[in-house]
């Protein structure tokens, strides 16, 4: 790996992990209104897979080999709350969500990642 590579690309990516590893939900709960908002404030699990999905929702968005395609990100996020909503209180309803959302953020930096190191030609 270049220092390069590691100050561009994997640094910001860190700190960004880091940052959000230390709270719970990624939203106020004290704020919690909606059944789906709710559900999640209240379980351990959700609030986990809800900090991930955030985390990686961030990192998608700071990766500049992806920012030509921001607004399509926005209204994939957007396209996920709705879905999420839907769901109500329903904990394995939005478990399968954010499954899903997570599984989708985490391919599309994947590859993102390896067409810039294949662009760069630091690829092993």
Same mark, same amino acid.
């Not at 992806?66 to 769901?87: S, V, Y």
């Not at 329903?90 to 990642?113: D, F, G, H, P, S």
């Given at each position: ?20 590893? &230390? !709270?719970? @939900?990624?939203? =106020?709960?004290?704020? +919690? ?8 404030? %209240? ?25 030509? &395609? !921001?607004? @399509?990100?926005? =209204?994939?996020?957007? +396209? ?8 109500? %209180? ?35």
């Amino acid at each position: 790996m270049t220092p390069r590579l590691f100050l561009t690309v994997l640094l910001p990516i860190f700190l960004v992990l880091t940052a959000a590893a &230390a !709270r719970a @939900a990624s939203f =106020d709960c004290a704020k +919690a209104a909606k059944p789906d908002e709710t559900a999640i404030c %209240g379980s351990t699990k959700l609030s986990d897979l809800d900090v991930e999905m955030a985390t990686l929702y961030r990192v998608r968005m700071e990766l500049p080999m992806l920012m030509g &395609a !921001r607004g @399509a990100a926005q =209204d994939e996020q957007r +396209a996920f709350l709705n879905q999420r909503e839907q769901c109500g %209180g329903n904990v394995t309803c939005i478990q399968a969500a954010y499954t899903a959302r997570i599984a989708t953020l985490n391919q599309t930096i994947k590859a993102a990642m390896q067409d810039y190191c294949a662009k760069l030609g630091i690829c092993g």
